[in-house]
Every structure is written in C-alpha cells, then in structure tokens.
C-alpha cells in the first residue's frame, strides 16, 4: 500500500521558519480537502495539529499552519521553538481506504 | 473532548487472535461520527486499520480486511479491535481514536502489543 512521502527529516534554528512537504502522486492529496497534520513525541500518541488542509484546531498555536498546492500539502511551522521537535504526519482522505498517513518527518531544532 | 483508554494483552502468540477494547469517556460513544483504530510498528509510520459507527457500520483497510472486525458496545460505552492470524509483523502500538469530519481528531495513549517471532 502506497503512503504519502514525505522528507524523513527537516531540521531549522530557533525562530525560522520551515516547511515539511506531503506528496502524493494519485489524485487524492489533490483532489479532496480533507488533509491532516499531526505531531508526535517519542512514545506519545499523535496530536491533531491541522485538519481540513488549513485548519488549526482551538488551542494550537498560531505558528502552525498549512497549505496545498496540487497534489503536494504543506506543514509550515513559524517561529520555531524546540518544543516544535517531534515527528509530523500528514493524512489524507481516500475513496479507497479512507485514511491514509504520510511516512513521517523528523523535525530537529538546532 | 472525549478521553480514550485502549486495553488489551501485551503480548499474542503467533496466529493467534489480537483482542483490544477502547473505553470511552467523558462523553457517549452513541454521540455520533466514527472512531478508529490505527497502529505504528516499533519505529515505523501511522497506518490506519478500520472505523466505525456507533449504529455498528464499519469501514476497513483493504490491506487488513480480511483480518479484522472491529465492533461496538454502546451498553459499555466502548468499541473493539480483532485481529486474526497474527505475526511479528502485526507487532505495534495500537491506538483507539475518535474521528471529526474526515480527520482524526482524538487519540487514545496507545498500547503495545507484541507477537513473537
């Protein structure tokens, strides 16, 4: 079963900015909106971080934001902070399996 | 926002049959949408096993289909998790979690269950 790719890790200083990238080569990431990001810390279980491709749940912070252009969604992450280390996964909706997730990407803070 | 509690044996023998329940707490599970069971192997990525409705509907990963039954208990106010013919490959933490509108927007703390080689 095919995943969504995304880069295995992304790494960036304390205050920039940087984005981690979830392509698809199917229609899906494309053709619908239903695109989630999640964070996870070691050993803990994901956190919803953005829904609906550019949705913040209440409580996220404002740093976190998403995007979509064709069939690749973006995760970008303002002002970072190294509590901001953790992994992220995307999520996409399909017709097929209904929820498909991302390969993951590590993001360090230097 | 519902709390979700997975339980379970830790470990299943090989071909064997792994039995997971997901309590439900802090609100009904009868409240409508869908809740999900999804697994990560040791180091590895999210896959998504199956979902479903508190009328009992319910939706799988074709890749697991054949394996799984995923039912409810609205009596218990909680939902399960079979799976069969078990390997080391199904080694994993198993999470309950509660669907929003095509996103998962709630997770249990997880459980992992191992099967040996």
């Known amino acids: 079963q095919s995943a969504l790719t995304q880069p295995a890790s992304v790494s960036g200083s304390p205050g920039q900015s940087i984005a981690i990238s979830c392509t698809e080569t199917?229609?899906?990431?494309?053709?619908?909106?239903?695109v989630s990001w999640y964070q996870q810390y070691p050993g803990k279980a994901p956190k919803l971080m953005i829904y609906?491709?550019?949705n913040r749940p209440s409580g996220v912070s404002t740093r976190f934001s998403g995007s979509k252009s064709g069939n690749t969604a973006s995760l970008t992450i303002s002002g970072l902070q190294a509590e901001d280390e953790a992994d992220y996964y995307c999520?996409?909706?399909?017709?097929?399996?209904?929820?498909?997730f991302g390969t993951g990407t590590k993001v360090t803070v230097l | 926002q519902v709390q979700l509690q997975e339980s379970g044996p830790g470990l299943v023998k090989p071909s064997g049959t792994l039995s997971l329940t997901c309590a439900v707490s802090?609100?009904?599970?009868?409240?409508?949408?869908?809740w999900s069971w999804v697994r990560q192997p040791p180091g590895k990525g999210l896959e998504w096993i199956g979902e479903?409705?508190?009328?009992?509907?319910?939706n799988y990963n074709p890749s697991l289909k054949s394996r799984v039954t995923i039912t409810v208990d609205k009596s218990k106010n909680q939902f399960s998790l079979k799976l069969t013919s078990v390997t080391a490959a199904d080694t994993a933490v198993y999470y309950c979690?509660?669907?929003?509108?095509?996103?998962?927007?709630?997770w249990g703390q997880g459980t992992l269950v191992g099967v040996p080689s």
């Open positions: 999520s996409s909706y399909r017709s097929s399996t209904l929820y498909v």
């Open positions: 199917s229609s899906d990431v494309g053709g619908y909106n239903y």
């Open positions: 609906d491709v550019t």
């Open positions: 802090g609100g009904s599970i009868s409240s409508g949408n869908w």
């Open positions: 479903i409705h508190h009328r009992g509907s319910t």
């Open positions: 979690a509660h669907n929003g509108y095509y996103t998962i927007d709630s």
